[in-house]
């Protein structure tokens, strides 16, 4: 099994910014595609950047120009800068990837999540 653990979260004020980073541990033989997702209390959980493996990014409109994802394949994690915190930004961020593990199975992982609160 492929396991994530999420790390960087805590308390931030507005216009802070806080660094995100997910890693990766188990039998794997490729990433494929890596995500952050966040939950709000009381809403749908939603994308908030990915990343392909060729690179591609993709950003909700809701952070672009203020986060930033990247992937580091030696290292098998995968971070989210957020910069120009706002209040809204206060959810839990989750990290989620595809993988083949050194099985020959494809496999896609979920984090824990970690807490993020943007106060002023």
Avoid: H
């Amino acid at each position: 099994q492929v396991q994530l653990v999420e790390s960087g979260g805590g308390l931030a004020p507005v216009g802070g910014s806080l660094r995100l980073s997910c890693a990766a541990s188990g039998n794997i033989r490729r990433m494929f595609d890596m995500r952050w997702d966040r939950q709000i209390p009381g809403k749908q959980r939603e994308l908030v950047a990915s990343v392909t493996s060729g690179g591609s990014t993709t950003y909700a409109d809701f952070v672009k120009g203020r986060f930033t994802i990247s992937r580091d394949n030696a290292k098998n994690t995968i971070n989210l800068l957020m910069n120009s915190l706002e209040l809204e930004d206060t959810a839990v961020y989750y990290c989620n990837a595809d993988f083949l593990t050194t099985g020959s199975q494809f496999q896609t992982s979920w984090g824990q999540g970690t807490q993020v609160t943007v106060s002023s």
